[in-house]
């Protein structure tokens, strides 16, 4: 079981790393990584296990934040409809976004950063998303609002690149023109 010990922390040089591409069929191994790290966010949202273990909430995990520098990440989370995303991917990548930028009206968090960060991450606000489940399907998606955001945020990880790097220092509330609130 995965627990907040195996959560690498900022300062870490995996996570300014570029993480690998990951061949396919993915190995067991790498299934059970995917397993393990869903796994993980399952136990992250129970109210009961999470405090058990002292483990902080989360939507989204990739394998670099374990110390695996491979293409891989996990998500599992509701959009405002109620609708589940939870997937397991493999190789994921953008094919095409909006123009338009959203982003979260209360900033973002990571379970690698053990500091609140004030400031505005904006994100493509709509993207097509392609990658592979951990059975080697291949999975092509449209994602908007909280799911885009953690998908990109996620993503941000296997290339090495912090939420905090795209707030801008001297003025981290300062908005492009249109850019859609996302509340929460
Ligand atoms: C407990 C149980 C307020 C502050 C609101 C917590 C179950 C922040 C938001 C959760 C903020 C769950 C989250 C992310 C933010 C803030 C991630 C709580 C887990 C809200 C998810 C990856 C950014 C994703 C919305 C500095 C660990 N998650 N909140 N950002 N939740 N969660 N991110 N922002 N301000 N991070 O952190 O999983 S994309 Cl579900
Ligand atoms: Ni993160």
């Known amino acids: 079981m995965l627990l907040m010990k ?3 922390r900022e300062g870490h040089p ?18 059970e990584t995917l397993k393990s790290m869903k796994e993980f966010l399952i136990n992250s949202q129970d109210p009961v296990i999470s405090e058990k273990y002292g483990i ?5 995990l990739a394998a670099p934040q ?4 491979k293409r ?21 990548k953008i094919v095409s976004h909006s123009v338009e930028k ?11 950063v053990d500091r609140s960060i004030p400031g505005y991450v904006q994100r493509h606000a709509r993207i097509t998303v392609k990658g592979y489940n951990e059975k080697g399907e ?7 609002g909280l799911p885009a955001i953690v998908f990109q945020h996620e993503l941000d990880h296997l290339n090495g690149v912090m939420f905090y790097d795209h707030i801008d220092e001297k003025n981290p509330f300062q908005l492009k023109e249109g850019a859609i609130p996302i509340e929460n």
């Open 102 to 112: 959203s982003y979260l009206t209360s900033g973002e968090g990571c379970l690698s």
């Open 66 to 69: 374990i110390n695996v520098s």
């Open 138 to 144: 291949e999975i092509k998606l449209r994602l908007r």
């Open 72 to 92: 891989m990440f996990v998500m599992r989370l509701n959009d405002e409809k109620g609708e589940e995303h939870d997937y397991s991917f493999i190789n994921p």
């Open 6 to 8: 195996d959560i690498i």
């Open 56 to 60: 902080r909430g989360g939507v989204g």
């Open 14 to 31: 995996t996570l300014r790393r570029i993480a690998k591409e990951v061949p396919l069929p993915p190995d067991p191994a790498d299934i």
